[in-house]
């Protein structure tokens, strides 16, 4: 499927029409940590299955960096099934069955949360760099106050992958008493000096394009394709295991069976990751792609309580587990064990499962049989604790 | 220094008046692995030291992707020490006033050898992308014909690293005679697919920005210097291990101590990696840094010898080194170890060092007692054994 620049200009500005929307007024500020209050501001998010009557079977997924609401239903924008559809749905580790479950796009987004393709009220015009920076606690924040609108006390699992697995640690420090169970999968409790750097990499990449025109490309008519192209191809290197890559391409030559000497895409993993940078750029704000990874490089939950990260947990009552994957080199099994370390540290109740695979950081969005078991087993576990049946 | 791109451009046509220029005419052509017949091309070099009477003992240094000729004296274009003072010099491991040291730029490079930005006299304008593709064994033929001409039978000994090292492996496959020792220091024997990725984003940062015009900026009076930088920037992050960066930048915040909020380089790591862009395009030709990470990619010495590497060093009587460095992740020790178990399967004589170390793939550049100890020890071992005093 193919978007015109126009079509997702539409889209960001207008709410996406498949999701469900809260608004909230200007009454209603969303305070963030950059010290601005916005409103209005609305949050676009999906529910599968249904609320129990005393409300404790509700599960919130959070998404990485560019995934969204649609985690158990076709996207509207790629047409392609939900990014998590392995993990949620009838019978699924997060059975949809038994659970009430809850994803939403995240502040800063470009799904229909208020983001910097947004309109800003005061100009009338896409906020674009005029957006406040946002961090993981501000998407949670956002999170918290759709969980007040619905009228949920207390969540009884938080559950995310990579950025979704920040945000699953920020709501376990910002509100112990509103999640019974977290389960961060491939995450950490700060972003590291490489990851920061390749994310700066891939801002840089956009901000190059000209036109990208110092963010206020949507007004101006342009898009910076070609720079959020390059930022992606660069991204998902990182996001595959060197052992993944050399299984799926090796130095396979494209139809081929030698060197064209030219800069064609002579090899297949060139042609793979063109395509992973074009398909990229039809269902990605560029300027969005700049406030997700800043909001990712600032995580450090630990430097938010004293350096502590023990103290960010001090206390709790949630009970935690923990997937790793071995091949996975941007969020290693160390960036785990720091966090099972600080929760034990915490005398915090935690599991510890590190998924022997090979296929890199994106093997928490693959078939991975033994992180669905680990899942299954704890949220199972902790659904019988809640008595939910 | 700053260098305007005309000096830039005018250095890259003209010679480099700072080195020695090998120059070959039109009944001279440099025949190209891409099936062209290169000429008049030339090359630019520097030597150290004194050829011997029976030149016995005559060094070549093959130098990676981004360095040139100046590896033991002051680089005429950045006025910085040469990039591998360290190893070659009066006392060093390789010691010039024991052996005749032969640097010279690659063919396809920008340092006064023969390269895109070179004139094309079919046109009288820079060849651009009408260069033909190079390959690392185009890069050996061309220094093997300078040695023909420095009339230098037999090599003591081809050294280098990275990108070196595989120039290293093709003068010992290509011209087993002329090559007494053989020291390839974190390299491969093949590029690997994640490798090539990653040139694949740097090549793409460069083609995405407009500047570049399709290859033409130098006729067209533009430069591609924010492609280039990005190209840089993520390269950088290649070159340096997660430790490296950790120890030297972790989450420090840029002369403060809290977050700005904001799209400028707010930690040390972004500040750091965005002047190494800036200053690479100062120094570098686009198009070369095209050329030349494609030859790497291309790089693959058992696919020239029927899928075997054995083969490539069969009855070879060149004595090898291999250095490899456990924190290097862009050429593991587990290419240096692939490349040591074919020597041994050709029945060649190989010694074998892993370094201990946590800088990275950069460690071959940088101040490695073990390193030093290593080549030392072998390059003076296989001085005495031909009989250099």
């Not at 960001?12 to 809260?22: E, F, I, N, W």
């Not at 949670?140 to 949920?152: C, H, P, S, Y």
């Not at 935690?320 to 540290?345: E, K, Q």
């Amino acid at each position: 499927m193919t978007l015109s620049p126009l079509s997702l200009e539409a889209r960001s500005q207008a709410d996406d029409p498949s999701s469900l929307v809260m608004r909230f007024g200007a009454d209603e500020p969303l305070m963030m940590d950059a010290g601005i209050a916005l409103a209005p501001w609305q949050i676009a998010y999906q529910t599968y299955g249904t609320l129990n009557a005393d409300k404790s079977n509700a599960v919130l997924i959070c998404h990485a960096l560019t995934g969204d609401q649609h985690v158990a239903n076709d996207n509207p924008v790629t047409g392609k099934p939900g990014w998590w559809r392995t993990m949620v749905g009838p019978g699924r580790p997060v059975d949809t069955n038994r659970f009430f479950v809850i994803c939403a796009n995240v502040i800063g987004g470009c799904m229909g949360t208020t983001g910097p393709a947004s309109t800003d009220p005061a100009t009338g015009q896409p906020y674009a760099l005029n957006f406040p920076v946002v961090t993981i606690r501000d998407m949670v924040r956002a999170q918290g106050a759709l969980i007040d609108r619905l009228g949920i006390e207390s969540l009884f699992c938080v559950i995310g992958g990579s950025m979704g697995g920040m945000q699953v640690l920020q709501w376990a420090a910002s509100y112990p008493h509103r999640v019974f169970a977290a389960l961060p999968i491939a995450a950490a409790a700060r972003h590291s000096a490489q990851n920061i750097a390749f994310h700066e990499v891939g801002r840089q990449a956009v901000m190059a394009d000209p036109d990208w025109r110092g963010g206020r490309y949507l007004l101006e008519g342009t898009r910076p394709s070609k720079g959020l192209a390059v930022a992606r191809m660069g991204a998902h290197i990182t996001y595959l295991s060197e052992m993944a890559l050399h299984r799926k391409f090796g130095r396979n030559f494209q139809d081929r069976s030698a060197p064209t000497f030219s800069f064609d895409a002579d090899f297949q993993i060139e042609s793979y990751l063109r395509y992973q940078g074009i398909s990229f750029v039809e269902r990605f704000d560029a300027n969005s792609y700049l406030y997700v990874t800043r909001a990712m490089d600032y995580f450090d939950l630990a430097a938010e309580h004293g350096g502590s990260l023990a103290r960010a947990f001090q206390g709790s009552g949630t009970r935690f587990c923990v997937i790793s994957f071995t091949s996975d080199w941007l969020f290693p099994t160390s960036d785990s064990r720091a966090i099972v370390h600080a929760l034990n540290a915490a005398a915090a109740s935690v599991a510890f499962v590190e998924v022997e695979s090979d296929k890199g950081h994106d093997a928490f969005l693959l078939d991975e049989p033994e992180m669905f078991a680990a899942a299954y087993g704890f949220i199972d576990a902790a659904a019988r604790a809640r008595g939910i049946p």
